[in-house]
């Protein structure tokens, strides 16, 4: 949000304003998955099995879980149960200080095989 102070509501006022969107709603927002699909499209979840208030099943453990992107910088969705999509973003393989790693692994590679030819 770049809101400036024109956009911010006065103190006080948020605990004023029904929330016209329902609980789930919000959650899928906050979490960044597909539940929502739940409302506009369940066929589509149902027909993957799942329980209702999940929208992917873990891609590690097969679990219920939630299908959103990646916790890094990368453009990758996928399916994590609660559990394995935090493990996820601590290690974050794949995520930034992951890439510079193996970035770092293949550049020294690439030295040392130039320094053994010459
Ligand atoms: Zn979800
Ligand atoms: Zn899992």
Redesign the pocket.
């Known amino acids: 949000m770049l809101d400036g102070l024109e956009g911010r509501p006065l103190p006080g006022a948020e605990a004023l304003m029904v929330r016209p969107t329902p609980p789930t709603k919000g959650a ?1 927002d906050a ?1 960044g ?3 929502d699909l739940w409302e506009r499209s369940p066929a589509l979840l149902e027909r993957q099995d799942l329980p209702r208030g ?3 099943r873990c891609s590690w453990c097969g679990k219920p879980g ?3 992107h990646f916790p890094g910088a990368v453009g990758y969705t996928g399916a994590w149960c609660d559990w394995h999509y935090r493990v996820l973003s601590i290690v974050h393989p794949l995520g930034v200080p992951g890439v510079a790693v193996y970035a770092a692994v293949g550049v020294a590679a690439f030295f040392a095989w130039w320094a053994l030819r010459h």
Request: proline content about 0%; glycine content about 10%.
């Open positions: 899928a979490r998955c597909f539940c999940y929208c992917g939630h299908t959103r």
